[in-house]
């Protein structure tokens, strides 16, 4: 029985017999294998959970993930508390920004909540989609196009036989994913990872230039990172086909997917949403990055 006086609702870190209970807000979520969570716990009449935060760290960023039950009375409070305390958890290991773990559409629930807490949009991500067959049929017609001009010692090679060092340095400038999320996809046995034999990096020698990573989600191919980094447009152009070529060769145009999306940040990456226009995409509405200093 609570104490005389003892406030009604409070965050702590569930103990070991109560993680079950915790991770069930999260049970549709993909959480990193060392994510943290705390938990919000109405005390009266009977001790209930009644929301949970998770949360991880990157670098210097705390990123975190919200959840409460539905209908929740006092909503607003049970996120302030969580979110107020998953600040002190970062702030007390030393970083020095507090950013959601999820990019969220301008009409997320979550954003007026972020807001009241502080926490503002800080930049933005564009998305396309196209038909599956329609994107093979292209890529397919500009390869053949331009073959004879791809440089002779370019090639690519599939994400399976190498290591995600071989690439951090060359999306690095992008910012399209975490160092940590990217190796954490790259893996085998990752639940929502990378294609291992579609995505593919290319090489001019042994030197990286480019790379493709595609992951698998509901009915489409999502092409999470598309990076060529060499100065000639004409070159650029050339080294996406090849990318392009490298999964649609082996994909074709027939499976149980029917989408290629795209995704690009709005104002460092704007390349991606010029070959989705080209490729006859449409944009689908943009989503939001929110975050704050610690």
């Known amino acids: 029985m609570a104490e005389p006086n003892a406030p009604e609702l409070i965050v702590r870190e569930p103990g070991s017999e109560e993680l079950?209970?915790?991770?069930?807000?999260?049970?549709?979520?993909?959480?990193?294998p060392e994510t943290r969570v705390l938990v919000a716990v109405n005390r009266h009449p009977v001790e209930r959970f009644v929301g949970a935060a998770a949360w991880?760290?990157?670098?210097?960023?705390?990123?975190?993930k919200l959840a409460t039950l539905p209908g929740a009375t006092a909503r607003a409070e049970i996120c302030e508390r969580l979110i107020s305390k998953v600040s002190e958890c970062c702030r007390t290991l030393g970083m020095n920004t507090l950013q959601y773990g999820d990019l969220l559409r301008d009409d997320s629930e979550w954003i007026e909540i972020l807001q009241r807490n502080g926490l503002k949009h800080t930049r933005s991500e564009r998305f396309f989609e196209i038909s599956i067959r329609q994107g093979v049929s292209r890529v397919v017609e500009l390869f053949r196009k331009y073959q004879s001009l791809i440089p002779p010692d370019w090639r690519t090679e599939s994400i399976r036989d190498h290591s995600?060092?071989?690439?951090?340095?060359?999306?690095?400038?992008?910012?399209?994913?975490?160092?940590?999320?990217?190796?954490?996809?790259w893996r085998v046995d990752s639940p929502e990872g990378f294609e291992l034999d579609f995505s593919s990096i290319l090489f001019d020698?042994?030197?990286?230039?480019?790379?493709?990573?595609?992951?698998?989600?509901?009915d489409a191919f999502c092409m999470d990172v598309r990076v060529v980094r060499v100065e000639s447009r004409?070159?650029?152009?050339?080294?996406?086909?090849?990318?392009?070529?490298?999964?649609a060769h082996r994909h074709g145009p027939t499976g149980i997917l029917d989408k290629i999306q795209f995704r690009g940040g709005e104002t460092e990456h704007r390349e991606t949403a010029n070959i989705a226009i080209r490729m006859?995409?449409?944009?689908?509405?943009?989503?939001?990055?929110?975050?704050k200093p610690l």
């Not at 069930?24 to 990193?32: A, H, Q, S």
């Not at 004409?234 to 999964?247: D, E």
């Open 20 to 32: 079950g209970r915790a991770a069930y807000f999260f049970r549709n979520v993909r959480l990193r």
């Open 56 to 64: 991880w760290r990157e670098g210097d960023t705390g990123r975190f």
């Open 164 to 185: 995600p060092d071989a690439i951090l340095e060359l999306i690095a400038p992008y910012r399209l994913m975490p160092p940590e999320e990217l190796r954490d996809r």
């Open 205 to 218: 020698g042994n030197r990286p230039i480019g790379v493709l990573l595609i992951r698998r989600a509901h």
């Open 234 to 247: 004409l070159l650029r152009s050339l080294g996406n086909a090849l990318l392009f070529y490298h999964a």
């Open 280 to 291: 006859g995409g449409r944009e689908l509405p943009p989503c939001r990055v929110f975050a």
